[in-house]
């Protein structure tokens, strides 16, 4: 089975990295060359082109940025017209329900496969093994690729047979996330205000209450206000909420929260802090408290 | 050191029988006699008043509802007066900043001390030893109590020299509970509407992201629909999200998510759900997203 | 029929001027006699306190700032065990739907009469007889002050049986204006972020839309940053608003629009705007947007 | 000045019939020809497709629905390539801010001309004259096509060079009506809740403080539960605040109040409510408050 990787980011090439450590057939192309060298030195083989790589592909995988990305890659790229038919396009990427409607489309018009598998986790965890894959898709096509997936992450939540709700799910979760900071950004302002350190009181309530490495984490950032480098910068915070809002109001649902989540990211982005990780939310709701 | 306990209910009875098998001489006193007659069989002596307890107690302690409980105990009970100079009111109650602060005035008017000392954790929790305990007060004062707060729990919290603050700290713990409930109901109606079940969405986003048996309990408690019997009513959740957006208020600190929590809450109530748990907000995100 | 007015502030002394020139024989009591003044020499009595104006009178009215002030003289004062039994106490004043509620009580068990009768309108509308009197309350004493309500101003909306009604219509018209405000605020951020003077944008709404003479005033604040003096502060809107909420929270109805401007008046008091007019919410949209 | 117009929907057909009896020499083009036989009765020109009517036009307006509708007309239809070289496109229809900045590069690209003039008001507002038009775009071609827009309405708004800025006010001007029904929706509700009938409250306020035709005409369609013949569907009332929404995320404004409107517009549609004029959103709230 001849894989395929589109895009050799910080995600990308440590996930072909584990292709290659198990002994899958692997084919990379990414916009420069370098970043593929140490996978070749591997044994990967190189495609000049995302169109070539897609030729002689049975699984072809995209680890990209966003939406347009993945779109641009697979139309004008050429990748939707070289795919064979029968082979199956695995999108890892974190795109709108609505890109994903329309790679279901017209994948399925043109007899290939398309499984949505967006991921939980950053490159480390690629790295440790420690990735959780969701994915959705038609079953025959999900079982063809789920040895790629399951080489890819310690997990691989299977989200039944519509590709687009496997990208929902990963959207509500990082709203999920969002919700979480908010919460917290919400919280420390007031306990701040009151004279308490937040550092005091993200101990206590992650000792009495959540017991989540992921409140530890992020309220220890806020506490300590290291918001660079950024994990993951409000700029992308807010377009995954605006993804997750979108989604939701074509199904008819109201998420109020999210639209708070979505000012709270705003008014950071309105005093230049787009290169600040998302948690620095907290700092609008200093602002706003009057708090310096 | 005579230790008196006002206030029997469901927290406060596991609570005496602690001190008392730690070997505090201990007084109690409640609205009914027969709900301290286990207590009394371990050693516990009986007040017919809590003014009466007040009268001998050098640390009197309150595990009352809510701020009208405490503040006519006191005041209308006869407490105030009755308690000698230098003893020390520990109110383990959790009750508002406001309140906290009259018990301050009112203390300290009358050379009586107070601690404020709210917890974390329900029943089961006193009897396992897992609560966590809050406290602020002048540091004399605290010193004397904190073998008394240390027996009730397993984790005792210094927050300063402020009795109100401790009452803040608590409230905004709740709040933070509350956030989660309400992140976890929208994002389910999200999900659910677009066909994932709630259950497998919660294993997603617990095991690839929060890792808290928080998230697990009322999550499940959702996914499952056993809002009954509450662990903690939608009325109590109610009031106790005001209490935070009374304290915010006085403090100008703006919490939208704080008030998007209490709409979600008062829609449940408005449809006569106050005898449920309120992890049942749930229920407000499906009615309005047209969820049966 | 002897009329008693307690309260001769920036309303209450016009609203008396009123009545002596439409010949009601008027008894005043204030804080300080010398606001009395002009209104004795025009043929006002004199009362040294509110429980000696409430002794003799057939009617008994309030004007005063909130709640604390009319209960404070109703049960501090003596008025309400020196009121006679068939005497009517009209409260003209703003005050919360919980007090209107314990001042029917008070005065029903008394045998006293209580009409409710918020009105609409500042001092200048007093005096040009622009006044709306809004009036609720038993109809027997509705119809026998409804010649000193239709005194007071142009028009009188009689609202029902329940005293409480006519306060909660009074904070629900501030809601609206707050809501408008609020708006005004929220779209003065956005043209002003592209571009477009405010002022040029509020006469293109008001002259294609909504041709309404107080959308006009209070813009024209905004645009030109005529804060002060205030008309009515931010705090008292603040106040209002919370009195909304708080009425709607008892009757178990959300108004996620008022929490809105709830926050955005809490943003400016954060920054000390409390002495401005409540209009200068806008500010808070204009630091969020980080317009300077 | 040869004039073309593409679109005779209930606005277009107006507007058309408008510029012929002002004796301007007029093109007419639209899906169906049936509704252009009025118009060439009176002596307009009949052009087969929107390239055909471009080819000769000096100036060409649109008249469309939708973001859609106009830039496929202007793309697909080959009207961009078929204009000539310093011919003006004059587009009426309310779009969204990115698409008017899409139309302008399009058209400076080729040396073409481009304003901006979307209006106020519905069909009958353009019989009876009373339009309101804005427009920006380079002062030379809004000097050409002024005399057309003060042919259309009664009033012309000039706002600048840059021609998004229009849609972004006649955005901005939809959601202050958007909020003027959220605050009556919200407070209907609440006042209903007490008792109170929302015609006699809708009377009082308009009486006391709006004296608004918009808020009377809105409020009576709600107290009278006239939602259809929709004026404005629940469905292009989501759009506008979508696209206002959309607008001010890309200039960095938080605007907690369309999201709010979004919310309540949301939930209606989850309920089925889409043909219906979007007053209705106070059934959402009507919903949430539990009035039946």
Not at 51 to 63: D, I, S
């Amino acid at each position: 089975m001849n894989i395929a990787l589109a895009g050799l980011g910080n995600m990308g090439r440590p996930m072909a990295d584990r292709l290659l450590d198990r002994g899958f057939p692997l084919t990379v192309t990414n916009r420069t060359r370098e970043r593929a060298d140490p996978l070749i030195a591997k044994g990967a083989l190189w495609a000049n082109s995302p169109k070539e790589a897609a030729e002689n592909a049975a699984v072809f995988a995209t680890v990209l940025s966003d939406d347009s990305a993945v779109l641009s890659l697979l139309r004008g790229g050429g990748v939707l017209d070289a795919l064979p038919k029968g082979a199956i396009h695995v999108s890892l990427s974190t795109i709108s329900v609505a890109a994903s409607k329309i790679l279901e489309e017209e994948h399925s018009r043109r007899g290939q496969g398309y499984v949505s598998a967006p991921v939980f986790g950053r490159p480390d965890a690629v790295v440790a093994g420690r990735l959780r894959v969701l994915c959705a898709g038609d079953p025959a096509s999900v079982d063809i690729v789920l040895p790629v997936l399951e080489a890819l992450g310690s997990k691989v939540f299977r989200l039944g047979d519509s590709p687009p709700v496997a990208n929902l799910v990963k959207l509500s979760g990082n709203f999920m996330i969002g919700s979480a900071l908010e919460a917290l950004g919400e919280s420390f302002s007031l306990v701040q205000k009151a004279g308490v350190d937040p550092a005091l009181f993200l101990e206590i309530i992650n000792d009495a209450l959540f017991r989540s490495p992921l409140y530890e984490n992020y309220g220890n950032i806020m506490a300590e206000k290291r918001y660079e480098p950024a994990g993951f910068t409000m700029d992308l915070g807010l377009k995954d909420i605006r993804l997750v809002l979108d989604a939701a109001e074509a199904l008819r649902v109201p998420l109020p929260l999210a639209g708070v989540i979505r000012d709270s990211l705003l008014a950071g982005l309105a005093r230049g802090r787009h290169p600040l990780d998302w948690s620095a939310l907290v700092l609008s709701h200093y602002d706003r408290a009057g708090i310096s």
